[in-house]
């Protein structure tokens, strides 16, 4: 049944076997070669169907089956039923309407696709892939740790960018450069790419974090180990004489003041002043009596600070032989000038005149 209609024609309450005019009457009898197409239909395609009567003369309109979509190829039978088959996995086509195989592509490197692909998709941030006509994510590669890549589609190991020096990343596969974490006070990274953070060695330090180098401790300072944040002061009365200490064994007392421990090494041990009538130095583990008729005061730090007792007359050599003892590490020549000058000074005589033979063996 085909009408025209003009304006005054409803397009909403349309019926099948009346008009759309309520004094029209019913439509009595049958229907025949009833179709409801899905799209408007041409000049000619409207004419073929009036002139078709239903027998073998007359011709017949045959619609076209729609096209296939994006991701498949393939065409109408001859039965007029749609025959699509999808790309396989590692290809796609973003066309539609395809009819051979040939229309899928391959997908490139940093990207895969499953069957029946519009568009490959891209390997995430954080990996890549050097593969072509990849089926899965898993020819994904992640970024080694300390590293990161915050672009899609990578396709070499190339696109992963090192951590900076004093970061870290511990991550594989990260995306973002917030991957990369600072190294914490007491470490240090000295190199790019790195997973992890060094420990400030013995004598050293960091404060603060994301340092690529540890700071010397100064003289009179220590650590008491490794990836310290800060130097302990040698304890009162004591000092070192070299940079970079890592222990409290380096702080020496001072001239005057004495290790409270026998052991000289003894870390627990602090230095005490030097009582009368003894001498005290960093060369000697206790405190030294001054010879028989002589004395000394509080805090003297060398032999010849003992002076005579009234009524005897002490004797000094200009020549003085002295077996010291004292650390390994302590500077002995740094301090031979304040050591001459103390000997002079006690015993009255020009600096210059002052000698010594020095033993270490400590």
Known sequence: MISNRNS???????????????????????????????????????????????DTYSPMIILQCPPCASGQYGACLSSGAL?????????????TGMITVATCQQCGTGTYSASGASVCTPCAAG???GSTGASSSA???????????????ASSAAACIECSTGTYSATTGASSPTACTACAAGTYGKITGSSYCYECDGGT?????????????????????QGAQTCVACPANSNNTMPRSGTRNDCVCSFGYVRSALNFTNPLSECLSCKP???????????????AHTHSQALSSLPVHCRCDAGYRCRYV???????????????????????AALAGAASVPAESVTWTVKQVG
């Open 127 to 129: 990996t890549y892939s």
């Open 83 to 95: 025959s699509c088959t999808s790309c396989v996995t590692g290809t796609y086509s973003t066309g």
């Open 318 to 340: 200009q020549n003085v032989s002295l077996q010291l003892t004292f650390p390994n590490t302590f500077d002995f020549p740094a301090q031979a000038a304040s050591i001459r």
């Open 139 to 153: 020819v994904c590669l992640g970024c080694g740790t300390g590293k990161y890549s915050a672009s899609a589609a």
């Open 277 to 291: 009538d003894y001498y005290c130095s960093p060369f000697y583990s206790t405190m030294v009596p001054c010879p």
């Open 8 to 54: 005054a024609t409803s397009l909403t309450s349309n019926f099948i076997g009346r008009s759309n005019w309520a004094s029209d009457l019913y439509w009595f009898g049958a229907l025949d070669e009833f179709r409801i197409y899905t799209k408007a239909l041409s000049t000619s395609e409207v004419s073929a169907l009036y002139s078709f009567r239903g």
């Open 205 to 225: 330090y960091t404060s603060s974090t994301g340092l690529a180098a540890c700071n010397a401790c100064e003289i009179g300072t220590y650590t008491v180990s």
